[in-house]
């Protein structure tokens, strides 16, 4: 249940939850601090072919759009998607994909694979899809404890997780 509506499926949480999901906001910087450590670490954004997966709506997606020769935005919900294009303005350089990761068919490998406090990337299976379609890097911003974000006690519920608990795909995605 989120905001007093029952929801059956993932698409149908994340399409409610888009309605008062934080969007992309030019001046903040979080976004950038973050990118900045990824470019600091050896990532070179500018040129690459990006996807961002479960890229909810667009926070990461516009920042590195502007850098980036290309950005393919991924998300389940078209809700979030709508709120990537509006927030896109006159950026030409990014594809929009209205799929569950493990339903998506990438064109071709991606210089970056990139992933923010995202459960696109549940499994083994996931991870796996994610090696075979990263050229050059995968970044993963994940929690590195116990999982408190409000946002997800309603995902956790839909699909009978105990929350609170240290994601399992840590040391796989850590490697």
Not at 32 to 39: F, G, N, Q, R, S
Not at 80 to 88: C, E, N, Q
Not at 116 to 133: C, E
Request: hydrophobic share 40%; proline share 4%.
């Amino acid at each position: 249940i989120t905001g007093g509506h029952k929801v059956a499926n993932d698409k149908e949480f994340w399409n409610v939850r888009a309605k008062s999901f934080p969007g992309h906001r030019d001046g903040d910087t979080y976004q950038a601090t973050m990118l900045d450590i990824m470019e600091n670490h050896g990532v070179i954004l500018e040129g690459a072919t990006v996807i961002d997966i479960g890229c909810g709506s667009g926070a990461y997606t516009i920042h590195m759009a502007r850098t980036t020769k290309h950005v393919t935005a991924l998300d389940i919900s078209e809700v979030m998607l709508a709120a990537v294009r509006k927030s896109a303005g006159s950026l030409t350089n990014i594809d929009y994909a209205n799929a569950d990761w493990m339903d998506f068919e990438p064109p071709h490998k991606y210089d970056l694979i990139f992933t923010s406090l995202t459960p696109a990337v549940k499994d083994g299976a996931s991870v796996d899809k994610i090696s075979g379609y990263a050229g050059r890097w995968v970044v993963n911003i994940s929690f590195a404890g116990p999982m408190t974000a409000h946002v997800l006690k309603g995902l956790f519920k839909l699909h009978n997780i105990p929350s609170g608990g240290a994601s399992k795909l840590e040391p796989v995605m850590r490697g």
